[in-house]
């Protein structure tokens, strides 16, 4: 079966710090990646998507960016952390080149910019 | 591109009563829409889907219409329980490209009072 895991789980970052937050899939090939931001009580905020190695696409312009180095494994990172860069990211993955399928959430990482 | 809105942002009902949530979306392509419900600190776990080639879908207290003319579709949740208690984000698929994006609705924050 498939699984999705993200690390850390919590992270606590000073302001103009960098991140690096790391998602893989197991399981499955060639899945289409997603990145998600939710602010508290909020809703989900697509920021990137990926449907191949290599392969990024931006929703928002910000101060973050995306990787995808292997076929499941999806990375988010920023160079200099904002303190508007709080909030709950998650990682989600969907079967590729299939249509419309579920998307499935990794458990998320809690970032809190002091 | 697709908007979806999604209605009431809070609903408090009796335990045992029913729990009706409404989204709208705004692309007429559409085909894929999912619900998820995300408990407190939790990851968002997809409850049930429907796919525009069909009109209603059951599972056990859980079921899902959808009026592609009107372009909405809801959530019914019957005999509710306290566990019933959680965020529900309804979705629909975006038909731009391969990416099979998911555009969420602002979520509804359900209470199932005991």
């Known amino acids: 079966s498939q699984t999705i895991h993200q690390w850390p789980a919590t992270l606590v970052q000073p302001v103009g710090s960098p991140l690096s937050l790391e998602c893989t899939v197991e399981?499955?090939?060639?899945?289409?990646l997603y990145w998600y931001r939710q602010a508290a009580g909020r809703g989900l905020q697509l920021l990137f998507y990926s449907v191949g190695i290599g392969q990024i696409s931006s929703e928002v312009p910000q101060n973050l960016s995306a990787s995808r180095p292997q076929d499941r494994q999806f990375i988010l990172s920023s160079k200099k952390l904002l303190l508007s860069d709080s909030g709950f990211y998650l990682c989600?993955?969907?079967?590729?080149?299939?249509?419309?399928?579920?998307?499935?959430f990794g458990d998320g990482t809690r970032l809190s910019i002091l | 591109g697709e908007n979806v809105e999604q209605h009431p942002s809070t609903l408090s009902v009796q335990e045992g009563d029913s729990a009706v949530i409404k989204c709208t979306y705004s692309?007429?392509?559409?085909?894929?829409f999912p619900w998820y419900k995300q408990e407190l600190g939790k990851r968002p776990q997809l409850i049930i889907d429907i796919r525009s080639n069909v009109g209603e879908k059951k599972d056990q207290r859980i079921a899902v219409t959808l009026n592609k003319t009107a372009k909405h579709f809801s959530l019914h949740i019957t005999e509710t329980q306290p566990e019933d208690s959680a965020v529900y984000f309804c979705?629909?698929?975006?038909?731009?490209?391969?990416?099979?994006?998911?555009?969420f609705g602002s979520g509804t924050r359900l209470l199932v009072r005991p």
């Open positions: 399981g499955t090939s060639n899945p289409n």
């Open positions: 989600a993955w969907s079967v590729g080149a299939l249509g419309n399928q579920p998307q499935h």
């Open positions: 979705a629909a698929s975006g038909t731009e490209d391969s990416s099979y994006k998911l555009i």
């Open positions: 692309d007429s392509a559409s085909n894929y």
